[in-house]
């Protein structure tokens, strides 16, 4: 069983509208981070959350630790975001990060 | 990015020939990793690396070794390159509320 599942998997949607990926996990983590890459591009941070909700310009995460879920909610989503979005739990023996297996989105003009 | 560079950018090679990958940082992060990223898999670990000389293996390590003597350098090693290390390396630095990703590598053994 996968420690990470993410969906949907696959994500298409018009220009302007309210995007949300799901995370749902199944193990203790100290902390969840939500991941950012672009195509044939790296891999970029956009939120490390604990606890609670954090917002950064049109993107905002959320998380429910007693419930093992977290959302990552884009509004007004524009074809720039268009993306590989990628939930990763920091809570590896090792300090390392255990990955879902990304949502890929794909915003249309 | 952390300073986060990775050489090369792309590599193929033979099966069977050695293949090592760089990793070099400039922000003296003491916690480094390798990652492979497969389609269908997500990223998953191979090393790590807790200081200088400090390493231990991760979830894929078979047919991987890696080198730290330096903070900022972390070196992975494909001993005798198969196909199915045909893949994208992700070398990553832990910082204080996040981690650092390098470019990657994309590694083609034919």
């Known amino acids: 069983k996968n420690e990470v599942e993410q969906s949907p998997q696959n994500l298409t949607a018009q220009e302007g509208e309210f995007i949300t990926i799901n995370c749902s996990y199944s193990?203790?983590?100290?902390?969840l981070h939500w991941l950012q890459q672009h195509p044939g591009g790296g891999i970029v941070s956009l939120f490390m959350?604990?606890?609670g909700k954090k917002k950064h310009g049109r993107l905002i995460a959320t998380i429910n630790i007693q419930e093992k879920h977290s959302s990552l909610h884009i509004t007004a989503s524009h074809p720039r975001d268009s993306a590989v979005y990628i939930c990763?739990?920091?809570?590896?023996?090792?300090?390392?990060?255990?990955f879902g297996k990304g949502t890929k989105l794909s915003v249309k003009p | 990015d952390a300073g986060i560079t990775q050489s090369p950018r792309h590599k193929v090679t033979e099966t069977g020939t050695p293949v090592t990958l760089r990793c070099h940082q400039t922000?003296?992060?003491?916690?480094m990793y390798w990652y492979r990223q497969d389609p269908g898999h997500g990223l998953r670990l191979i090393h790590y690396?807790?200081?200088?000389?400090?390493?231990d293996k991760g979830e894929v390590s078979d047919g991987y070794s890696v080198s730290r003597s330096k903070t900022e350098d972390f070196l992975l090693t494909l001993e005798s390159a198969t196909s199915s290390q045909t893949s994208v390396y992700f070398c990553?630095?832990?910082?204080?509320?996040?981690?650092?990703f390098g470019p990657g590598t994309r590694l083609t053994v034919l």
């Open positions: 922000e003296n992060h003491r916690y």
């Open positions: 193990v203790g983590i100290s902390a």
């Open positions: 690396s807790y200081g200088v000389k400090d390493t």
């Open positions: 990763a739990l920091h809570g590896g023996s090792q300090g390392n990060l255990i």
């Open positions: 959350l604990s606890s």
């Open positions: 990553a630095a832990r910082g204080s509320d996040t981690q650092y």
